[in-house]
């Protein structure tokens, strides 16, 4: 590590004064996102994530969840209603066997690369409370077959007990049948440059930039309801929003998600976006949704006069808007560029962070005012 870099752990002394904040100028900004990026939650295990964000809404929002585990704050009034939403969910493990040798065996949750996990420590988060684990790799000089081991997702070493002495299969210890797993350090880092690090910015970057929305937009009056959807299970197929399509009805959805950068030696050829610092993205084709080439122009014609820069972007994945437009409304997905999603430490910029804020409360003046 850098040692101009500042990093907050959820197991080390807090940073005090200016250290604690994650951008300059945004005091309130730090302390909530840094909690964000440190709560654990995979998908499928939102609970915690959820706990916070509701924690976080505005007094007098009204707010609703469903069985799904989606949560949904609303403001405004009409008959009619427009969506804004971001995923609370993060990738990860599922433990699905602790094996009598103290070894345990994982499932991957979402879109893991392997290489990103080797040899890594992690933390089991159980329902007992969380412990260690080491993702094991073979040393390069015993690999059999190096190619195959490095694409193989690992067993995981939990360091719990063995036979006799094992009381999580009895109840008296951590209870592995809600468990999973995450980095050591659910870190955020500062540089003295405006770029925020951390696992998990993809989406709770999207979570932190809807919760201050709606702070914004709160006391304004509005012709139509505004929803800020704050979604499980997108990164394993966008589940939480089909289950919203199924039962909201609305003109327009906008989700506020991440968009791969590859401005970076050895990143893709064509990457997403430009890279951060760029400006705000609108995904106009991606694998879930493609935009109506009139509706992009409509909003960068909105972004234009609102002075916020963009960046038009075609890439792949999806975001939760692909589940909406079935449904027949005007969708269009927002992205934050970010460096190395999915990696142990992703990176995005401050500038594209608030153009984004500001992008989402014009959107929501324009088409639900």
Same mark, same amino acid.
């Given at each position: 590590?850098?040692?101009?870099?500042?990093?907050?752990?959820?197991?080390?002394?807090?940073?005090?004064?200016?250290?604690?904040?994650?951008?300059?100028?945004?005091?309130?900004?730090?302390?909530?996102?840094?909690?964000?990026?440190?709560?654990?939650?995979?998908?499928?295990?939102?609970?915690?994530?959820?706990?916070?964000?509701?924690?976080?809404?505005?007094?007098?929002?009204?707010?609703?969840?469903?069985?799904?585990?989606?949560?949904?704050?609303?403001?405004?009034?009409?008959?009619?209603?427009?969506?804004?939403?971001?995923?609370?969910?993060?990738?990860?493990?599922?433990?699905?066997?602790?094996?009598?040798?103290?070894?345990?065996?994982?499932?991957?949750?979402?879109?893991?690369?392997?290489?990103?996990?080797?040899?890594?420590?992690?933390?089991?988060?159980?329902?007992?409370?969380?412990?260690?684990?080491?993702?094991?790799?073979?040393?390069?000089?015993?690999?059999?077959?190096?190619?195959?081991?490095?694409?193989?997702?690992?067993?995981?070493?939990?360091?719990?007990?063995? @036979? =006799?002495?094992?009381?999580?299969? +009895?109840? %008296?210890?951590?209870? !592995?049948? /809600? *468990?999973?797993? $995450?980095?050591?350090?659910?870190?955020?880092?500062?540089?003295?440059?405006?770029?925020? @690090? =951390?696992?998990?910015?993809?989406? +709770?970057? %999207?979570?932190?930039? !809807?919760? /201050? *929305?709606?702070? $914004?937009?709160?006391?304004?009056?509005?012709?139509?309801?505004?929803?800020?959807?704050?979604?499980?299970?997108?990164?394993?197929?966008?589940? %939480?929003?089909?289950? !919203?399509? /199924?039962?909201?009805?609305?003109?327009?959805?906008?989700?506020?998600?991440?968009?791969?950068?590859?401005?970076?030696?050895?990143?893709?050829?064509?990457?997403?976006?430009?890279?951060?610092?760029?400006?705000?993205?609108?995904?106009?084709?991606?694998?879930?949704?493609?935009?109506?080439?009139?509706?992009?122009?409509?909003?960068?014609?909105?972004?234009?006069?609102?002075?916020?820069?963009?960046?038009?972007?075609?890439?792949?994945?999806?975001?939760?808007?692909?589940?909406?437009?079935?449904?027949?409304?005007?969708?269009?997905?927002?992205?934050?560029?970010?460096?190395?999603?999915?990696?142990?430490?992703?990176?995005?910029?401050?500038?594209?962070?608030?153009?984004?804020?500001?992008?989402?409360?014009?959107?929501?003046?324009?088409?639900?005012?």
């Amino acid at each position: 590590m850098s040692s101009n870099l500042i990093a907050r752990s959820n197991t080390g002394p807090p940073c005090s004064g200016a250290g604690a904040a994650l951008f300059r100028g945004v005091p309130a900004m730090d302390e909530l996102l840094l909690s964000l990026l440190r709560t654990p939650g995979i998908s499928g295990c939102e609970e915690r994530v959820r706990a916070l964000v509701e924690s976080a809404l505005p007094g007098g929002v009204a707010q609703e969840s469903d069985a799904m585990g989606n949560l949904v704050a609303t403001i405004g009034e009409g008959e009619e209603a427009i969506l804004f939403c971001a995923h609370l969910d993060e990738i990860g493990f599922v433990v699905t066997e602790v094996r009598e040798d103290g070894f345990l065996r994982l499932r991957a949750v979402g879109g893991i690369d392997p290489r990103t996990v080797l040899g890594h420590v992690v933390r089991v988060v159980t329902e007992g409370g969380e412990r260690l684990g080491v993702l094991g790799v073979n040393p390069p000089h015993l690999m059999r077959d190096r190619a195959k081991e490095m694409k193989e997702v690992p067993r995981g070493d939990g360091a719990l007990p063995r @036979r =006799g002495g094992d009381e999580s299969r +009895r109840g %008296g210890g951590p209870r !592995l049948s /809600r *468990a999973r797993l $995450r980095r050591p350090r659910k870190t955020a880092l500062r540089r003295e440059r405006p770029l925020p @690090r =951390g696992r998990a910015l993809d989406d +709770r970057l %999207g979570c932190w930039v !809807l919760l /201050r *929305a709606l702070e $914004r937009l709160q006391g304004e009056h509005f012709r139509k309801r505004l929803h800020f959807a704050f979604t499980v299970q997108e990164e394993v197929g966008l589940r %939480g929003a089909e289950v !919203l399509s /199924r039962r909201m009805s609305l003109t327009h959805v906008f989700a506020v998600d991440s968009a791969s950068a590859a401005d970076y030696p050895h990143g893709l050829p064509r990457p997403e976006s430009r890279g951060p610092g760029q400006g705000a993205c609108l995904r106009v084709l991606d694998n879930a949704s493609i935009i109506p080439p009139a509706f992009t122009r409509e909003i960068e014609a909105l972004a234009a006069r609102e002075g916020i820069p963009l960046q038009i972007i075609f890439g792949g994945g999806g975001t939760d808007v692909g589940a909406f437009q079935y449904g027949g409304a005007r969708v269009m997905p927002l992205g934050i560029p970010l460096r190395y999603t999915h990696a142990a430490v992703e990176m995005a910029h401050r500038a594209d962070v608030d153009a984004t804020l500001d992008f989402v409360c014009a959107l929501a003046r324009k088409y639900g005012g």
